[in-house]
């Protein structure tokens, strides 16, 4: 298993950066993908970015050239770099994780973008 904690969300006006962090631990050698979704309210949940074992990097259109997905293997945490927050941005963003075919969630954090 896997247990994941998301931090860094908040409150930010529009324009502005946030990075939060995913800090994995337990069979963390065992992760395929790890990566952050979001859900915002009224609607279903999405996957915001994800970069596998071997390193690479998928994006949601809406947040492309925005956004950036980062892993320290050191320290087992995974980052997301949010530039440009846009209102629509605002959701609970939460980490996932896929080991064996299962997946496994952060208890996510709340960013809420201002205008």
């Keep these: 298993?896997?247990?994941?904690?998301?931090?860094?969300?908040?409150?930010v006006q529009a324009?502005?950066?946030?990075?939060?962090?995913?800090?994995?631990?337990?069979?963390?050698?065992?992760?395929?993908?790890?990566?952050?979704y979001?859900?915002?309210p009224g609607k279903q949940r999405e996957l915001v970015a994800?970069?596998?074992?071997?390193?690479s990097t998928n994006y949601v259109d809406?947040?492309?050239g925005r956004f950036t997905i980062s892993r320290d293997n050191?320290?087992?945490t995974v980052y997301l770099q949010m530039?440009?927050?846009k209102v629509e941005d605002t959701a609970v963003y939460y980490c996932n994780a896929v080991l064996w075919g299962a997946n496994y969630w952060g208890q996510g954090t709340q960013v809420t973008v201002s205008s």
Aim: net charge positive; proline share 0%.
């Design 1 to 11: 298993q896997v247990q994941l904690v998301e931090s860094g969300g908040g409150l």
């Design 15 to 36: 324009g502005g950066s946030l990075r939060l962090s995913c800090a994995a631990s337990g069979s963390t050698s065992s992760i395929s993908f790890i990566g952050w």
């Design 38 to 40: 979001r859900q915002a």
């Design 50 to 55: 994800r970069i596998s074992s071997g390193g």
């Design 62 to 64: 809406s947040v492309k």
């Design 74 to 76: 050191a320290k087992n």
């Design 83 to 85: 530039n440009s927050l």
